[in-house]
């Protein structure tokens, strides 16, 4: 499942992975596998590493529940890659699209069930950008190095 491949950019290794999976909830283990996996190496704490395999995990539910209506027959991609100063998490579905600012997030000190996602994903994330795209979207999550 799991896709590997290494580019040589200005003398330095740069790490890149992907990997299409259907959208059945039980490929998610083995994407959490892949997206720790590609994380190994990095200088991230224990709770960084965790929690970005999280909202990994939080964003492809979410394109489960929202974008694909619960159908597990569709397609995501994840695309990893290294860069000079971030590594970075490509989301990419077919499914329905929701305008970026119709997502309704929440803080996590409210006590209600739902929204929580957004959350977590903006909390493992230094940046999260949605973009739409003629089919689907794809959803852009960047991890600073430094």
Not at 18 to 32: K, P, Q, V, Y
Not at 87 to 95: K, N, Q, W
Not at 103 to 126: E, Q, S, V, Y
């Amino acid at each position: 499942m799991c896709i590997s491949n290494l580019l040589s950019f200005d003398s330095k290794l740069m790490k890149k992975k992907t990997i299409e999976f259907a959208s059945h909830t039980g490929n998610l283990a083995l994407m959490r596998n892949c997206v720790r996996d590609f994380l190994n190496g990095y200088p991230f704490s224990d709770r960084e590493r965790l929690l970005m395999v999280l909202g990994v995990d939080e964003a492809c539910t979410n394109i489960i529940r929202h974008a694909y209506k619960l159908r597990d027959d569709r397609f995501i991609a994840l695309h990893m890659e290294e860069s000079r100063r971030c590594i970075r998490m490509r989301l990419r579905d077919y499914g329905h699209q929701v305008e970026p600012h119709e997502m309704k997030g929440r803080t996590g000190n409210m006590l209600k069930p739902g929204g929580l996602g957004l959350f977590l994903i903006r909390t493992a994330f230094d940046g999260v950008d949605y973009v739409l795209k003629r089919h689907g979207t794809e959803l852009v999550l960047t991890k600073n190095l430094e």
